[in-house]
T-cell receptor
Framework: DAGVIQSPRHEVTEMGQEVTLRCKPI?????LFWYRQTMMRGLELLIY????????DSGMPEDRFSAKMPNASFSTLKIQPSEPRDSAVYFC????????????FGPGTRLTVT | GENVEQHPSTLSVQEGDSAVIKCTYS??????FPWYKQELGKRPQLIID?????GEKKDQRIAVTLNKTAKHFSLHITETQPEDSAVYFC???????????FGAGTILRVKS
């Protein structure tokens, strides 16, 4: 069992550049969550999907952020254009099915925007 | 919506002592309460959870208690060891819901 896979693990980019973070959920899981973690704001839920459909994106900070889940085994979180305040660790998590609550986190992507 | 408050924000204990972290939640419909441990630079990992149909659950040195009436739950770590040093997050959710709401986290330091 490979667990949740995220790439890249570290990303350093300049302000204004586009950033794409990738996530592969655990096989068979049908819910996927994107979180952002910072010292100031803790763990924030950005968006989640059930069966590849975005259910709640109210946590997405602004229009510069977008997320897609084209199939059950892949999701992306895109920031365009990136800003220094987007620097954070971004976690992806997956859950087996609606009706179970346990979420399994990926290793995270540490994003630094200079 | 659900709101989870966690305290203390930092906790230092001597190796071998016990540590207690407390959380309160606002939504009486919440019925699933997990605890995650996050070591420095690592992902949050589930260490124990409790559902509202039980008042206490133990797993070796870790226990969680739940008071539904008061809407609070606590994590208890006994005989603490240096490897217990980490950030601990509580969370709450209505189990058939979607949004796991996390507390702000507690930095636990175990001094040897």
């Amino acid at each position: 069992d490979a667990g949740v896979i995220q790439s890249p693990r570290h990303e350093v980019t300049e302000m204004g550049q586009e950033v794409t973070l990738r996530c592969k959920p655990i096989s068979g899981h049908n819910s996927l969550f994107w979180y952002r973690q910072t010292m100031m704001r803790g763990l924030e839920l950005l968006i989640y999907f059930n069966n590849n459909v975005p259910i709640d994106d109210s946590g997405m900070p602004e229009d510069r952020f977008s997320a897609k889940m084209p199939n059950a085994s892949f999701s992306t979180l895109k920031i365009q254009p990136s800003e220094p305040r987007d620097s954070a660790v971004y976690f992806c998590a997956s859950r087996a099915r609606l009706g179970t609550a346990v979420q399994y986190f990926g290793p995270g992507t540490r994003l630094t925007v200079t | 919506g659900e709101n989870v408050e966690q305290h203390p924000s930092t906790l230092s204990v001597q190796e071998g002592d016990s540590a207690v972290i407390k959380c309160t939640y606002s939504d009486s419909a919440s019925n699933y309460f997990p605890w995650y441990k996050q070591e420095l630079g690592k992902r949050p990992q589930l260490i124990i959870d409790i559902r509202s149909n039980v008042g206490e659950k133990k797993d070796q040195r870790i226990a969680v208690t739940l008071n539904k009436t008061a809407k609070h739950f606590s994590l208890h770590i006994t005989e603490t060891q240096p490897e217990d040093s980490a950030v601990y997050f509580c969370a709450a959710i209505m189990e058939y819901g979607n949004k796991l709401v996390f507390g702000a986290g507690t930095i636990l330091r175990v001094k040897s």
